[in-house]
Nanobody
Framework: QVQLVESGGGLVPAGESLRLSCVAS????????MGWYRQAPGKQREMVAT???????NYADSVKGRFTISRDNAENTVYLQMNSLEPEDTAVYYC?????????????WGQGTQVTVSS
C-alpha cells in the first residue's frame, strides 16, 4: 500500500502557472505508473498525465505542451508543472499510484487538491 498527499493547488488567473506535488509514504521506485487525474464539477474523472517507472510519459490532448509530469524517486515525489492555465483546467486534481502485479492492477489515490483558474 501507499499513501499519497497532494499539495500546490490554488486560485490563479488564466495564463499563470502552478506546480502540484504528490508525496508518497514509501519509495516510488517500484510503482509502475504514477499519474495525475482531475475531476471538474459534474464531470467524470479524467487522466491528465502519467509517468512510468521508466520515465515514459503520457498526456491528455488538452494539456499537451502546457503541462509536464516528472518524478523524483529520491524524494518519493511526483510533480505536475502546469503552465498557461485556462479556466477549463479548473478541477480537483488527484494523484494516482498504480502497481501491476501478476496481471492485476492496484490503484491508490490521494485526497485531491483544488485548482481554480479565473478568467
Amino acid at each position: 500500500q501507499v499513501q499519497l498527499v497532494e499539495s500546490g493547488g490554488g486560485l490563479v488567473p488564466a495564463g499563470e502557472s502552478l506546480r502540484l506535488s504528490c508525496v508518497a509514504s514509501r519509495s516510488i521506485f517500484s510503482i509502475n505508473v504514477m499519474g495525475w487525474y482531475r475531476q471538474a464539477p459534474g464531470k467524470q474523472r479524467e487522466m491528465v498525465a502519467t509517468i512510468t517507472s521508466g520515465g515514459r510519459t503520457n498526456y491528455a490532448d488538452s494539456v499537451k505542451g502546457r503541462f509536464t509530469i516528472s518524478r523524483d524517486n529520491a524524494e518519493n515525489t511526483v510533480y505536475l508543472q502546469m503552465n498557461s492555465l485556462e479556466p477549463e483546467d479548473t478541477a480537483v486534481y488527484y494523484c494516482n499510484a498504480m502497481f501491476l502485479r501478476l496481471g492485476a492492477s492496484y490503484n491508490f489515490w490521494g485526497q485531491g487538491t483544488q485548482v481554480t483558474v479565473s478568467s
